[in-house]
Each structure stands twice: as structure tokens, then as C-alpha cells.
């Protein structure tokens, strides 16, 4: 009897063990979805830009730089972090709401992203925000920064203007930290794992003494309105937090309203 509670118990820990190994590498598929590019494609954008690689110990973080204009001297920029899956073949692309406001844009592909090397920690995505943050200043001064982060990587920035002097800070479909959404869409997965990426917004929002601009969806299916609508109590007055109705995960820049406010604000 001993012997078969021993191998019953032993069995146990061998699976448990397996999966919390399945539940990591879930995680990372589940919040991150890299997509891969290869080193030697070539970006095509209907603005001019140029294509930055910052070293790092496993090889390079692949960025573009945007330029509002041909002669590429706009003395003002915009730090985009941006969400979740794919790379920046496609999230290059949202630079033009930028330039067609006068804005420069500074946008990197996290590690394991497009052309970029390594493995995404949120340790690391932090600290290459930084890089980006660097080298803007090379360029631009910290009161004509502008720091944007669009899901995923409203976590991303609000970290960074909390360390670092910026005009402004805004954010796209945030959430109250990563937690709150994972609890909201999959409880179990709390009860079995440890989650490898926090992202505390909520935390990070108090800490910023700048003006902060939210949008958020109320038909957002991936980050649940009520996730962001909980950072409004760590919000200044003279902060905003703009409900677009019907917007979802995707689509808010496609919002007149989206695109009247942003208009106004910057």
C-alpha cells in the first residue's frame, strides 16, 4: 500500500510539474503571440522612416523611425509601444496618425518580435523601452515626447513614464494590470500558475504626474472595458478617460471620435 501511495504521489508531482511547464509556455503564446520576420525583409510604408537596430546580449531589437515629413526635422516624437501579436510590418503602419500631425514616431518590435532577437521578459521589455527612450533624447527634448502604449504595451509605457520625463502619456485599450484580465477571462489559470508578466498599470498610473489620455472600447472582447475603467480612480482631474461606445479591441482609431480627440490633444 505504501509503495502504490508513493508511485500515485510521485505520478502527481511529475504531472503537476508538467503542467506548470505546458502553463508557462501557454502564458507566453497566450499574452505575447510573436510573429517572426526575416532579417532580410524590407519595410514598405507610405511615409518616409528609417530602420534601427539596438544591440542587446542575443543580438538586436529591431525599430523604425518615422518622420512626419521629407526633410525629417519635426522637433517632436511620439515613443509607441504596441500591442500583442504580429510585428512592425503591421504596427508600423499606425505611424501615420502620427506623422499626419506633425508628429515623428519611434516604435521597436519587442524581443522574438519581427526581426528582433532574444525572448520577451517583462524585465526586458522594459529596459529596451528604455533604449528607445535614449535615443529619442539624442533627437527630441523630454517636453516634446509623447510616450503612446496600446495594449500590451500600455504596460509597457506606463512603467516608463513613471521613471522618465515626458510631455504626455497615452494609452489604447489598457487594462488594471495583467492579472485583472486574466482573472477575468480564465480564473483557473490563477489557481494552477504564477503569472510570468504582471504589468501593473494601475500602480505605475499613480505615480505619473503627467497628463494621461485613456481610450477604451465598450465592446472590447480581449481587454474588458471594466479592466480599464478601474484606473480612473488612480487618475488626476486633469486627466482624461474617453469611452468610445461600440469600439472594440481593434478598431478605435477607425472612431471619429478617437480621431477628433487626438486631434485636440495633440
Known sequence: ????????????????SLLLSLGYMLQRSFILHPKKLDKKYEYS???????????????????IHAYANSAGNSDKAVLYFHGNADNLKRWGRVSSDFTERGYDVIMMDYRGFG???GKATESNMYSDAEKMYEYALEKYAPEDIIVYGRSIGS???????????????????PFYSLEDVVRNKYPFVLLLFNLEFQFPNFSNIDSIDIPIHIFHGTNDKVVPYE????????????????????????????????????????
Open 227 to 266: 479592466s480599464a475603467e478601474k484606473l480612473k480612480s488612480y487618475l488626476k482631474e486633469s486627466d482624461t478617460f474617453i469611452t468610445i461606445d461600440g469600439a472594440g479591441h481593434k478598431n478605435i482609431p477607425t472612431f471619429e471620435v478617437y480621431q477628433e480627440v487626438m486631434s485636440s490633444l495633440l
Open 1 to 16: 500500500m505504501v509503495k502504490k501511495f508513493s508511485f500515485f504521489g510521485a505520478s502527481l508531482l511529475v504531472i503537476y
Open 115 to 117: 526581426k528582433s532577437d
Open 155 to 173: 504596460g509597457v509605457a506606463t512603467q516608463l513614464v513613471s521613471q522618465k520625463k515626458v510631455k504626455a502619456l497615452f494609452l489604447e485599450t
Open 45 to 63: 510604408f507610405d511615409f518616409r522612416f528609417d530602420e534601427l537596430n539596438f544591440p542587446i546580449e542575443e543580438g538586436d531589437i529591431n525599430a
